[in-house]
Structure formats: C-alpha cells, structure tokens
C-alpha cells in the first residue's frame, strides 16, 4: 500500500507540474521580454526614476542587484531592532544584535534560516513589512538574475544583459503577487489560519492553561514557498497544523515550491529561441529529483538507524497526517528548491535519510533549485559539462552558439567553488577554534558526537545554497552561529550572482558561432547524461570526505 500510495502522490505531482510546464513557461518569457508596461508598473518607473527602456550593462546590473539588497538589510535589520515601538509588536521586545543581523541577511538573501521561534519573537509589523516584502523581492531578484544570464545566451553583440529594475519590478507583480493571492485563498480554504488575533489563552479539556498564538499565516505562508523562501509562521513550519492542515493541503504546497523552478527551462528555451534546450535542462532536473526522492523513501520506509530504533519506527518526527511518503516528498522538494521549509523534523531522520536532503543542497540546488537560482546554476554546470566535452573530442567548446573561452570557464569553475568552500571553511572553523567549538559543543549541538558533527555539516550547507532548513537539534542562536551562518549566507547568495552576472556580460558582448557536424548537440541524450554525471560528481568529489566523517559514519555503524 504504502507503493501504491508513493506512486499515486508523485504522479499527482509530476502531472500538474507537467501540465503547467508550457504555458507558464512561456507565461514568464512573456513577462521578461514583453515591450508593453503595465499602468501601474510605469507608475513605479517615474517614482524611481527608471528608464524601461533603457537597458545596463552586467556592472551597473550588478551595482543595483546589491544596492537593493543591501537597503534591504538595514530596513530589516532596522525594523527588528525597533520593535518595542512599532504597531502589532504584540509586545515582544527587540532581538539581539546578532540575530537581528542574522534573520535580515537571511530573509534578504532568500534562505529564511530562523535561529529563533517566530511566533514569540517577531510582532506582526515586522513579518509583514519586513520578512513578507523580502519574501517577495528577494525571490524577483534570484529569478531577474537568472533572465540576465539567458539574455546573455540569446543575446549578440551586446554590451547589455536588460535592465534590473523592471525586471525586479515585473517578476514582482506579473508572477509572485497573483499567484501567491490565489495561493493563499486555497490554503485559508484548507484550513490555514489568517488572523490578527496575537495570543489566545484558552482552557484545556484538562483544565489548565494554554496560550496559542494567531496571525496571518496564510498570506506568508504562499510566498514563502512559491518564492521558495522557506520561513515559517511558526517554529514548527510546515509541520505546524496552522501552516499546513491536511495532506492535500501538504502535496498543494510541494506544487507551489515546485512551480516556478521546473517552469523556467521553459522560459529558458523560450527565448533562447530553441524549446529543445529547456527540456534537456528539465531532464537533467526531474532525474536528479526522481533519484532523490525515491533513495530518501526507500530509506526512511526501511527504518533502519538510531532515531527509528529508539521511538520504534520511521515515524518519529513526522506527522501522522503526512506519513512517510509525505514528508519525504516533502523533503526532497524543499532542500531540492532551496525553500528550506518542513513538514517533518530532518534530524529525525534516518541517518542515511537525513542524508539526502543535505546532498539536495549539496548539489548545489538544482533539483530543481530556487526561484531563479535554480536555473542559472544548472546553466553553469552546462557550461562546465561542454567544456569537458570539448576537451574530449578536442575543439573549442560551444553552448547555444557562444564560445566557452578562458574567460568563461574561469568564472563557471570560481562559481562552482564559492559554495563548497563556505561549507567545509565555516564547518571546520567550528571544531577547529579552542573558544568557537568549546561554545557550539556546550551551547548548540544537542547530539554530541558524529551525529552533531551531522549537524553543523547540515548548517553551513544549508547557509551557504541559502536553503534555510536545519537539523533541529542545532541551537543556533548564538554569537558564533549567527554571525558565521549570516556571512555564509551574505557570501552564498551575492559572490555566485557576481559570477552570474559577468559571464552573463561575456556571453551576451559575442557574436553566434554556427553550428558545425564536430558541435556537440546540447538537447539530446549524451549532453542529458553528461550534464547529469558532472553534476554528481561535482558534488561527489568535493564532500565525500566531510560526510564520511558524518552521516556515512553514523549510518555505518
């Protein structure tokens, strides 16, 4: 049963996402290349003093992605730390300097790691005008980044890759505001609360007291997973009944992670003028996602390891409405998307199992990745695979029509090295300082041993791809954490977009080299596989000794 039950929830999945695939594909290509504005958009235009017709070149491109992010980080960071005198504090105190930085370049960068609960730490006012706005720019800034890399492709002869603001400003209010208003109507219909209520006490069958928090829920909730931002209303998350009631309301949520990610190949082929090339892109993605999501169910259905053998089962630390099959789908969708989300405990896991979500991220999320992020990851990974297949058969190596000189493979290769090398620094750094590991063994890990080794392995990782779930038996809300994770997340979000953005500049300033019998096909089955196994072994290579030391070690034992 629990086959048929697997079988049945994937296919629902893999149904509707194929269903929107084309249309919303081509919806989002429309957006991007679209020469008419929108009424209210032009309105915007005049306030800032933007020309939409006048497109940047990959510099001031770049200068306006951080300059906005960077504004972004002071307004949230300013607003928790004045908290006590906003409206709807519901008179909580401001947090410390350390986690208000923390949760800022969190929220700013995508990744919504919370080192702290939500509901008795933030009022309303900061929520919605702090952490709901960056909910939905940060996640128009990841997919406008990636629009500027395709450009790049499909561009000739150009000293342009568009123009930041109205593709921030397009991405905003085209894609992310209607879906998630839709979004959020469904699940207030399933059952997720929206209130203003603050805290509730009520009496229990048992007579004694309880507080319940309220707040509204639903409205974060939708673009916290359609922008695969991942912070919950709740320090349950996806697991809390507020957030996400019932099973349908579960697989409805995985559509909305998944929605715009395994979308955008389309939006890629689109105006890269060759459809072809998006399915490969999409290929390489759902066989990436299908491995996954069936090796972590088949481990955590086993049962096998230390959590399952303490509590008796593979259920400990999920929900009963979900069950297995739920929370791995879950799962795999979550730390695939970079959402970070969760509708189960990941450090309940199976230590095999609780592997799996960290090797989603470790692959550098492009299965199929975040908003935006997504795409442009797995484009450098392309770039990276027909490089090596030039150096094969022995030419100059050609994607879509743009030579892969020096210049762009060094800044594919340093993109590829940004990520892996603020993971193993920030973990080894942990256990390496006398003072820092005495802090995180005594203060953070909850698990001592190779299982809180697993832990702070989970931690960086989930930093450094801006990912933003955890195991949860790290407390992370401590000077050292805080501040380190912030810089990984800072330097894990804004460094790769650096790259992006110059090989963007790079590819769109040459000219279309044609097609010749030595040009190695991009859309069909061998780039397929070898796009598949550099993506792999990318990732193989480079933590294979780091998690031998964690959850290889644990699930050995």
Avoid: C
């Amino acid at each position: 049963m629990t086959g048929v039950y697997a079988l049945l929830a994937f296919a629902t999945v893999a149904i509707i996402m194929g269903v929107l695939y084309r249309p919303f594909g081509d919806y989002m290509a429309w957006v991007y290349t679209s020469r008419r504005d929108w009424k209210v958009e032009r309105g915007i235009y005049k306030i800032i003093g933007v020309d939409a017709r006048s497109e940047q070149s990959w510099q001031a491109y770049l200068r306006s992605v951080l300059a906005f992010s960077a504004i972004g980080v002071l307004i949230v960071y300013g607003l928790q730390r004045l908290q006590q005198w906003l409206p709807y504090s519901l008179g909580l105190t401001a947090p410390s300097e350390h986690l208000s930085f923390n949760t800022a370049v969190s929220f700013v960068t995508n990744t919504n790691w919370q080192s702290y609960s939500p509901e008795s730490t933030l009022g309303y006012t900061v929520q919605f005008a702090g952490l709901a706005v960056q909910n939905f720019v940060s996640a128009a800034v990841g997919i406008a980044v990636a629009i500027a890399l395709v450009r790049g492709f499909a561009y000739r002869r150009s000293g342009t890759v568009g123009n930041f603001w109205v593709d921030l400003i397009r991405g905003t209010l085209r894609i992310l505001l209607p879906i998630a208003v839709v979004g959020a109507i469904v699940l207030m219909i399933g059952g997720v609360i929206q209130n203003f209520t603050g805290f509730t006490t009520v009496t229990t069958i048992t007579g004694a007291t309880q507080t319940i928090p309220g707040g509204p829920t639903a409205s974060q909730e939708a673009i916290k997973l359609l922008g695969t931002n991942g912070g919950g209303f709740f320090n349950a998350n996806s697991s809390h009944p507020f957030e996400n009631p019932a099973a349908w309301t579960s697989v409805f949520e995985v559509l909305l992670m998944l929605a715009i990610p395994f979308s955008l190949p389309r939006t890629f082929g689109r105006i890269v003028g060759d459809n072809r090339q998006g399915y490969a892109i999409l290929s390489v993605m759902a066989i990436l996602y299908v491995a996954s999501f069936s090796i972590l169910t088949a481990l955590e259905s086993a049962g096998t390891g230390t959590a399952p053998g303490l509590a008796g089962g593979a259920m400990e630390g999920k929900e009963q409405r979900f069950g297995i099959i739920g929370s791995t789908l879950f799962a795999t969708t979550s730390t695939g998307t970079s959402t970070g989300a969760v509708n189960s405990m990941h450090d309940s896991f199976t230590a095999l199992g609780g592997m799996m979500p960290m090797l989603n991220m470790m692959l550098g999320e492009v299965t199929p990745g975040g908003v935006g992020s997504g795409i442009y990851a797995i484009l450098i990974l392309a770039v990276i695979a027909v490089f090596i297949s030039g150096l094969l058969i022995g030419r100059t190596p050609e994607y879509l029509g743009k030579k892969i000189g020096p210049r762009e493979i060094k800044l594919a290769a340093l993109y590829i090295l940004v990520m892996p090398t603020l993971v193993l620094v920030g973990t080894a750094l942990s256990f390496a300082i006398p003072g820092i590991r005495e802090e995180v063994e005594s203060t953070s890990i909850w698990n001592p041993g190779i299982h809180g080794m697993s832990e702070v392995l989970y931690a960086f990782t989930s930093a450094a791809n801006n990912n933003g779930s955890a195991f949860a038996g790290l407390t992370a809300n401590t000077p050292w954490l805080n501040t380190a994770l912030g810089v990984a997340m800072l330097l894990g979000r804004f460094v790769p977009i650096v790259f992006v953005l110059a090989l963007a500049g790079s590819l769109a300033a040459q000219d279309k080299v044609p097609s010749t019998s030595g040009t190695l096909p991009t859309h069909r089955p061998m780039f397929i596989g070898l796009l598949t196994v550099v993506t792999v072994l990318v990732t193989a290579l480079t933590f294979f000794p780091v998690l031998a030391l964690g959850p290889l070690a644990e699930g050995l034992m």
